[in-house]
Every structure is written in structure tokens, then in C-alpha cells.
């Protein structure tokens, strides 16, 4: 299938432009891992997931959870540009009593699917969409999307084990791979690797890919599965602003002026 | 265990209700962690084999697939060991069930000290703490077979988390032919009286009728209240006993810290302050059979009967 990735990489573009302006005006976010996932979040929204910004609980919905509930503001800025909710609302994330807690609430936040923040959430209750969407036999497919330093949690494993188990060929579990938990290296931490052997023999398929290349995800996401399938995304965190890129500090700080200007500038060309 | 009237093992009622139930709603589900025979579902998985998702030993895993279940449109009932499913998947409770609101129906097989022998690590007596530490989570405790298919079904049909205990040792009823056995959001007043009252729970309301008996034979009128809904607190019936008896005592299989016995005492202290005592299992408990720990935590219709008569010796 061709596909435009012009217009994945223009909606991609608008996603960084709203996380600049959200953690600037709210003075906090994880900016770093926002733009490490951002381009995944553009290629499903842009032109995987069959969701429907008018009917966000319609039943049939591809279920998208963003496990690495952190990335919320991108995960916010995505819904909002695809019409979900109205992108001014951006402006009150993490404010007093705003709808756009720290981390993403599905009883505030049309298109949200679970609330998480605590790590090792969303593979499980994706798993458990998946399954639902084979007793309903509605074509639903589930992706959930992890960082890379939260396979650390054994509750994923748990979910990865019965997912290879039940041959939930209808799920997606998308590792947004930048290489780095909060503090350091995910490989100086507690190392992952090889994180595609691991989940070959949990009984899945793995594609590896840049994870910053529209039309390799597209790919991942959308050819036909024979077992549940990892999308090892390998990701750069703080993609697209050259001093923040592949740099531990920017997991969650928050841009002085001039950084916010020259940040807005390079993301504003691509 | 009153050796007199006929008991029931209220695994037995509750399997057969989801079965009813499954075969008038297609979205009833169960979900387990290799627990079909200790949650006696082998009927139910041999009638609805897709219908019965067993992750194995994963109760993390089995949570979270609950939620996503309840997401996708359906309505789970998880059925493990009450101590695994509450301490081992407590984050899961909470984060993915109670705060994002999933409709999973979260029932703890074997709670309390049904595990007997087994142990501190098998018994489950901290989780009616911990579970009403979270937000508007109703907690449910069935004391017999008819409070338990009632129960069930209203779980069933109302759209939200629900926790609720169900028994492994065999009670007998103590509905005595009431009907509705279970009203939701009740305590269920079933003996009336106006010298002091037992509020009791669960496997105890069968020995709070007992110690009722007894202490009438003694010229004393105990109230006997059924706390079959310990979330959210009946406070009408509370306030009611604070204010027409003297005196409120409280049973439960489980610690009163935080537990059924904290929660009455929370509101009566705020409210209406009279006499209580507290009865419950407040420590790991050493070895024995669920008999033998029950009395060797006072437990009994004979304790409950000297908690009454030292309050009211106290109040005189």
C-alpha cells in the first residue's frame, strides 16, 4: 500500500509544535520521550487507527493505549488534532482542576483508553481488548505502546506470554525504543536486549524499525499478523530538536525562553 | 459451623448464578488465574469455553485483561483468591478498575482465614482495608446462599468496579426466608433489639445470630445487623443503632484496622459517639484449621455474647 507520508509528517510537525507550546506554558512534561513517540503517534493517527473523533466510544474503535502514560501531551496533542477535542484545550494541561491531568484520565479526555502513569498497565488491558475484539468479532485491533525502560516491569511479561499464548494476531505492542529510562541508559540500568529474541520466543513476530520513518511504521502497523506483533521502534528522545536529542536531562525539563524559540524554529521546518 | 442448621459453601450458589447469568447476557465473562476448581467454574468453562480467559498465574496480567475486557464491551468477573487478586494486583485495582472506572466485577474467593492451614501468606483478612481505601469502590460481603446469588446478579447489572468476598467454608443461611436477602447500599437489620447491637459481616452474622440467642436467654436485646454492604456505609441504619442501643460491637474475618470494625467506628465517633468494640483478626495468625482460628480469635457466639456483656456492665 502506498501511502502519503506528507501528510503523516505534516501532522507529526503539528504534534511537536503543541507539546513546545503545552510544557512551555504549563512549566512541565516529558518533553524528551513526548518527541521520541511523537512520530508513531502521527503515523497511527494519521493513517492506521480506524477511530472516529464524533463517536470516540463507538465499539468497533481500534484501541490505542499509550502505556508510557507520561508521553501524555503528546498522546493530547494528537487527539486534539484529530478533532477529538479542541486544541485550544491544550493550554490548560496540568493547570488547577484542567481535564489534561500530568497523566491521561479516560473519564476526562475523549479518546483516551485507560488512565495510566504507573508503568507495566497498558500491555495487560490491551491484551484484554484484543481478546475482546475476538468474542465480538468486530475487526478491532489493539496497540499499545510502551517505553522501552518499562519492559523492566514483570507485568508485561505476563501480558506478552498469554498474549503469544492465545495468538492475538489483532494486537500491536509498539516499544518506543530511545534507549533511555529516567535517570540513565536503559543499557547501563537493567539491559533489555535482546529485546527481539525475547519477544520471538514469547511466541511473537518482531519487525525492528526507525522509528522516525513514516512509511516503515506504517508498514509494522498495518501487514498482516500470523501472532500478536512487537514494533521495536528504535527512537531517538528529544527527535527533533538537535540539543535535546538522545539526551538523558530532557526525559522531563522544561525549555527556557530561548530554547523554546530555537526549538519551535527547527521543528517548525520539518 | 453452628452444627445445627444446614450450611452451604457459597462457591457453589455464586458459580451457579454467573452460569444463569452468562446464559442471558453474552457479555458475562470470567476471568482467572488457574483458579476454575478453587473458584468451582469447571461447569461454567465447560458450558462457555471462550467465555472463561484463564491467564494462568498472573494476577497483574489477569486485571489488566479484565479491564480491557470491560473496555471492549464486556462484563468481567474476576475470580481468584481474594489475598492474591487484592495484594498481588493492587495497582491494577486501582489504576486500571476503580480510577479509570472499568465495569470489572472483582470477586475474592476464599477470603478471610478460609485458607486455614495454609497460612498468614493464603489468608486474606488486610483487603477489605485496602479495598476501601479506594475511591467510591462498593465492597460487597454475601453472608449466604441467598445474599449471594442476589448479590451476584445486582453486580451483574449495575455498571461499575464492585469488590466482593466469597466464602469457602460452609455458613448457614441467615436471610431466614427474607426477601430481597441483599439490598444494595443496605445493611440488612435481622433481628431487632435495643440494648446493644452486633454488627457483623459475612461468615459472622451466622454467630452474631447465635450470641443474640443467648443473650436474650440473659434478659438482654441485641440488635443484629447483616453489613452485607460495607462500601458505601449504610449510615442510616448506623446512626440508628448509635442513637436506640447502648452500645455497638463489631465482627468481621478481618483486620478492624481500616476494616469493617474501623469503618463503623470512623462514622460513629463523628457523628454519635457511644461504646464499641472492635472484634476482628488484627494479627498473622498461627497454625490451624479456619474452626480453630475463628475461636482462637474470638470469634465466636460466645465472645460476641461477653463483648455485650461488658459494654453494658461499662454503660450502667
Known amino acids: ?270 | 459451623m453452628s452444627g445445627k442448621l444446614e450450611e452451604f459453601d457459597n462457591r457453589i450458589i455464586f458459580a451457579k448464578t454467573l452460569i444463569a447469568l452468562a446464559n442471558e447476557d453474552p457479555k458475562i465473562v470470567v476471568v482467572c488465574n488457574d483458579s476454575v476448581g478453587s473458584s468451582n467454574l469447571t461447569e461454567f468453562r465447560d458450558l462457555f469455553p471462550d467465555r472463561l480467559i484463564d491467564v494462568g498465574i498472573a494476577e497483574q496480567n489477569m486485571v489488566g485483561v479484565a479491564a480491557g475486557l470491560a473496555n471492549a464491551g464486556f462484563t468481567p468477573f474476576v475470580c481468584a483468591a481474594a489475598p492474591f487478586l487484592t495484594a498481588r494486583a493492587l495497582e491494577q485495582i486501582k489504576a486500571d478498575v476503580v480510577y479509570t472506572r472499568t465495569n470489572v466485577k472483582l470477586c475474592g474467593m476464599s477470603p478471610g482465614i478460609a485458607y486455614g492451614e495454609l497460612g498468614p501468606t493464603h489468608h486474606s483478612i488486610e483487603d477489605i482495608a485496602w479495598m476501601r481505601a479506594l475511591d467510591s469502590l462498593p465492597i460487597v460481603l454475601p453472608a449466604d446462599e441467598a445474599q449471594t446469588a442476589e448479590a451476584v446478579r445486582w453486580a451483574a447489572n449495575m455498571i461499575g468496579p464492585v469488590f466482593m468476598r466469597i466464602g469457602r467454608y460452609k455458613v448457614p443461611s441467615v436471610s431466614l426466608g427474607q426477601s430481597p436477602a441483599f439490598i444494595p447500599n443496605k445493611a440488612m437489620r435481622i433481628i431487632d433489639g435495643s440494648d446493644v447491637t452486633i454488627i457483623a459481616t459475612g461468615t459472622l452474622v451466622s454467630r452474631a445470630v447465635e450470641a443474640a440467642a443467648q443473650l436474650k436467654t440473659e434478659g438482654v436485646s441485641a440488635r443484629v445487623i447483616n453489613l452485607s454492604t460495607v462500601s458505601p456505609l449504610d449510615t442510616t441504619e448506623i446512626l440508628a443503632a448509635a442513637k436506640e442501643t447502648k452500645a455497638i460491637i463489631t465482627a468481621e474475618e478481618s483486620v478492624t484496622r481500616g476494616g469493617v470494625g474501623g469503618a463503623i467506628a470512623e462514622f460513629v465517633v463523628q457523628n454519635h459517639p457511644i461504646p464499641m468494640k472492635l472484634m476482628g483478626i488484627d494479627s498473622f495468625a498461627p497454625t490451624g484449621s479456619a474452626t480453630f482460628l475463628l475461636e482462637h480469635f474470638g470469634l465466636t457466639a460466645d465472645s460476641i455474647v461477653a463483648s455485650a456483656r461488658e459494654l453494658l456492665k461499662h454503660g450502667k
Not at chain 1, 530511545?178 to 529485546?195: H, R
Open chain 1, 1 to 270: 500500500m502506498v501511502i502519503n507520508t506528507r501528510e503523516i509528517s505534516d501532522l507529526a510537525r503539528e504534534i511537536r509544535i503543541q507539546i513546545l507550546h503545552t510544557i512551555k506554558g504549563a512549566g512541565m512534561g516529558h518533553i524528551g520521550g513526548d518527541f521520541s513517540v511523537t512520530d508513531i503517534l502521527a503515523t497511527l493517527f494519521g493513517s492506521v487507527l480506524n477511530v472516529d473523533p464524533k463517536n470516540p466510544n463507538k465499539s468497533d474503535r481500534d484501541r490505542i493505549i499509550l502505556s508510557k502514560g507520561h508521553a501524555a501531551v503528546a498522546l493530547y496533542s494528537s487527539l486534539a488534532l484529530r478533532g477529538f477535542f479542541p486544541v485550544e484545550d491544550l493550554k490548560t494541561f496540568a493547570k488547577p482542576l484542567s481535564n489534561l491531568n500530568g497523566h491521561p484520565n479516560r473519564n476526562k479526555v475523549p479518546g483516551v483508553e485507560s488512565n495510566t502513569g504507573p508503568l507495566g498497565h497498558g500491555f495487560p488491558i490491551a491484551v484484554g481488548t484484543a481478546i475482546g475484539a475476538q468474542l465480538a468479532k468486530n475487526g478491532s485491533r489493539s496497540f499499545v505502546i510502551m517505553g522501552d525502560g518499562e519492559l523492566q516491569e514483570g507485568s508485561n511479561w505476563e501480558a506478552a506470554m498469554f498474549a503469544g499464548h492465545r495468538k492475538l494476531t489483532n494486537l500491536i505492542a509498539v516499544i518506543d525504543r530511545n534507549g533511555f529510562q529516567q535517570g540513565s541508559p536503559t543499557a547501563k540500568t537493567n539491559e533489555l536486549d535482546p529485546l527481539d529474541k525475547k519477544f520471538e520466543s514469547f511466541g511473537w513476530e518482531v519487525c525492528v524499525v526507525d522509528g522516525h520513518d513514516y512509511a516503515a511504521l506504517h508498514k509494522a502497523f498495518t501487514d498482516p499478523q500470523t501472532k500478536p506483533r512487537a514494533v521495536i521502534a528504535q527512537t531517538t528522545k528529544g527527535k527533533g530538536v538537535d540539543f535535546m536529542e538522545g539526551k538523558a536531562e530532557w526525559h522531563h525539563k522544561v525549555p527556557s525562553a530561548e530554547q523554546y524559540e530555537a526549538a519551535l524554529e527547527q521543528v517548525g521546518k520539518q
